[in-house]
């Protein structure tokens, strides 16, 4: 597949600064000195069924117009149908084989499993999951309601866990199946005023790595781990903490801002380039990993 060379193009540049930087998801590409060509994308997906939580906004929203561009059949997953409506189109145009829209609630499970259910039933296997959704509010830990623990654990693992055991044995009696889960860099290091997110995303993290012990050969599960990301919901976390400390959501960001080396919020369709390609064939060999895509915030090695 085919890939240009740009030359003389700053590695910290901004998002419209650059002519003709573009990716095949999102018409943008910038900050990296090679962009793949528009009609480089591979068609490695064809033939795939992936099934995408949260597809209505965010990185969600982006995983699913990535997978889209490698061929695969969407089926979008989330709670407000006018948004999935919207989605749908661009999906086909994206280069989605089919698209469909899945109007459920990862806090309704058992509604959920039917509903996965009944879509296996109609449309065959679903061979790729994307497990994303939106984090627990933020706030010390200590302030922290026990019940705020247990909708977080239900919304993330409980569910996750649910359609990996709908999802599986699909997968498995079809060779191929990718698990992909959306969760944070507080796998690796805690967020200051994300107790609640922090304990979960471990957790998740735990709950992933032992599953990719136990998971049939050519089914793998994998985590990305987003760092600072331009979404609705980094906006509503920037809102909160500055109400609690009496500044500014522009100074959140900027403290924000000061830990990552990239000088630059992530965007979605950046991590959403990681989840695909874990989707990937490619990626065959790769089971049970938490890849950070955080501008390099991270400080382990």
């Known amino acids: 597949m085919g890939w240009r060379r740009l030359r003389n193009v700053p590695l910290r540049t901004g998002l419209h ?26 068609r490695d997906l064809l033939g795939r069924h992936a099934l995408v939580c949260g597809a209505s ?28 409506d919207s989605l749908l189109p661009e999906l086909r145009a994206a280069g989605a084989a089919e698209a469909r829209a899945l109007v459920a609630d990862l ?3 058992a509604d959920l499993a ?11 296997p679903v061979h790729i999951v994307i497990n994303n959704t939106g984090g627990p509010p933020g706030g010390p830990l200590l302030q922290a309601e026990p019940e705020a623990f247990s909708v977080a654990f239900g919304r993330h693992i409980l569910a996750a866990h649910i359609l990996a055991r709908v999802c599986v044995p699909g997968m ?34 735990g709950w992933a790595k032992s599953l990719s012990r136990e998971l049939p050969e050519g ?13 609705e919901r980094l906006t509503s976390l920037a809102e909160g903490r500055a109400r609690r400390e009496g500044s500014s959501s522009d100074q959140v960001r900027a403290n924000w801002l ?31 990993v938490s890849l950070p895509v955080d501008g390099g915030r991270l400080r382990g090695i």
């Open 172 to 205: 498995q009696a079809s060779g191929f199946g990718r698990i992909v889960n959306v969760v944070s860099t507080s796998v690796y290091e805690p967020i200051p005023n994300l107790g609640v997110s922090n304990t979960i995303r471990g957790a998740m993290g």
């Open 219 to 231: 089914v793998t599960i994998n985590n990305v781990l987003p760092g600072f990301t331009d979404t």
């Open 107 to 109: 806090d309704r499970r």
């Open 258 to 288: 000061a830990q990552v080396p990239e000088g630059r919020l992530g965007r979605p369709e950046e991590t959403a380039a990681a989840v695909a390609f874990l989707c990937s064939p490619s990626a065959a060999y790769i089971r049970g």
């Open 57 to 84: 906004a965010g990185i969600g929203r982006a995983s699913a117009l990535a997978l889209a561009a490698r061929g695969a059949s969407i089926t979008a997953l989330a709670r407000r149908a006018d948004r999935l």
């Open 114 to 124: 039917d509903r996965v259910e009944a879509l296996i039933e109609a449309h065959g």
């Open 17 to 42: 600064s650059v002519p003709g930087l573009a990716c095949p998801t999102h018409r943008r590409y910038s900050g990296c000195m090679t962009t793949p060509d528009l009609h480089a994308v591979p």
